[in-house]
């Protein structure tokens, strides 16, 4: 089992920044990539984010590159998304995503294994 925990969502003004946490424990050997997923009210779960967890190699969905990064700390076990310059269309629920597959970097959901709760992030205007 693998146990995932969002945290850092909140209400921020357009332009503003919020950092995002994601913090992982159990059976996390194995581990290829932790990702971030959103899903705003009426769309479908869409990919943010991911990095590879030994290498830290990093992969963006188009919407969000140049404005969010994607960070590790491996001796914590956590997973950061700083993201800048929001836009009212960055509102969703924010979810952290763990993968033990060799796809990761596919953005894919079907290749992630273990999903946090998720957390709240509001842009207004």
């Known amino acids: 089992q693998v146990v995932l925990v969002e945290s850092g969502g909140g209400l921020v003004q357009a332009g503003g920044s919020l950092r995002l946490s994601c913090a992982a424990s159990?059976?996390?050997?194995?581990?290829?990539?932790v990702g971030w997923f959103r899903q705003a009210p009426g769309k479908e779960r869409e990919f943010v984010a991911a990095?590879?967890?030994?290498?830290?190699?990093?992969n963006y969905a188009d919407s969000v590159k140049g404005r969010f990064t994607i960070s590790r700390d491996n001796a914590k076990n956590t997973v950061y998304l700083e993201m800048n310059s929001l836009k009212p269309d960055d509102t969703a629920v924010y979810y952290c995503?763990?993968?033990?597959?060799?796809?990761?970097?596919?953005?894919?959901?079907?290749?992630?294994?273990?999903w946090g709760q998720g957390t709240q992030v509001t842009v207004s205007s």
């Open positions: 159990g059976r996390t050997f194995s581990t290829y990539a």
């Open positions: 995503a763990l993968s033990k597959s060799p796809a990761w970097d596919r953005g894919l959901r079907n290749f992630y294994n273990y």
């Open positions: 990095i590879s967890w030994s290498g830290g190699n990093t």
